[in-house]
């Protein structure tokens, strides 16, 4: 019913940005939140930064002042835009929202994962 795509991820240097995508498809009525989480070897799965449908947003602590979180409504799309990269932000980045689709029930969804790797 809903897909949520992302891609932006890669290798970057310390120091450097990267702009994570998500767009999210399908029976789509309305998206109450959007998120991005991470994932590091060995490490539980933690939230990076999310948005509201009222685009209120939070930050982890680890993240505040180097990643933004915004959105498109149009195009029931996320952005992670993150600067000043450092290797303990190399993760698999995913994608979630909650999504009430066209039967008027609301789902949570998760993307598929991008690898991010910060290393010189």
């Known amino acids: 019913q809903v897909q949520l795509v992302e891609s932006g991820g890669g290798l970057v240097q310390p120091g450097g940005s990267l702009r994570l995508s998500c767009a999210a498809s399908g029976r789509i009525f309305s998206i109450n939140f959007m998120g991005w989480y991470r994932q590091a070897p060995g490490k539980q799965r933690e939230l990076v930064a999310s948005?509201?449908?009222?685009?209120?947003?939070n930050y982890a602590d680890s993240v505040k002042g180097r990643f933004t979180i915004s959105k498109d409504n149009a195009k029931n799309t996320v952005y992670l835009q993150m600067n000043s990269l450092k290797p303990e932000d190399t993760a698999v980045y995913y994608c979630?929202?909650?999504?009430?689709?066209?039967?008027?029930?609301?789902?949570?969804?998760w993307g598929q994962g991008t690898q991010v790797t910060v290393s010189s």
């Open positions: 979630n929202a909650d999504i009430i689709v066209t039967t008027s029930r609301e789902y949570s969804y």
């Open positions: 948005i509201t449908s009222g685009s209120t947003t």
